[in-house]
């Protein structure tokens, strides 16, 4: 049955997908440290197991989003006031960025690839956001010195997101692995 047929999006290998990366996003609102957050290691795991390119695209986004709405009405104010702005649209399109490196992974996921392909996404991630903080900010003059002290100042948040970026790696990748190994319906590389 090919994975883009209806019957097979209710099939447990895209449902069990689904379900985790719906999982990871929402742990966004649990209290962690600042950019300590899921996004991109979601991303690269969707890209590297959907067989449906539309589906590994589609549901990263629409868990962070589903996510976003759940944050902007816990927090209200600036974060709702975040929601379609300049940044807001950065970050999706960093999601289907590593939704992208994701497919390099497919019917190669190793542990040597994840860290490599999940350090490269923290990197892109940090230098994108960064660029666009600096571009939009009324704090750095815009200027090359203006452009580097935002990225200086977003060091400390760059360790969070690195850190975040492995974490939900290992958990997802590693996860999904325990599960393929004890769930015959989830062996195929990709579902």
Known sequence: ???STPNAMLSPGPLVLLGLILAAALSRLLPTPPNFSPVEAMALFGGAYFAARWLSLLVPLLAMLV???????VHGGLYASHLFGSGFWLV?????????????LRGRVTGARVLG??????????LVTNFAAWLGSPLYPQTMAGLGASYVAAIPFFKWS????????????????LLRRRTPALRPQTV
């Open 1 to 3: 049955m090919k994975p």
């Open 92 to 104: 999706y399109a960093c999601i289907i960025g590593m939704s992208l490196m994701g497919f390099a």
């Open 162 to 177: 690195v850190l975040s970026t492995l974490f939900y790696a290992a958990i997802l990748f590693g996860g999904f692995e």
């Open 117 to 126: 392909l999940s350090l490269l996404g923290a990197l892109g991630f940090f």
């Open 67 to 73: 996510a976003d709405l759940a944050l902007a009405a």
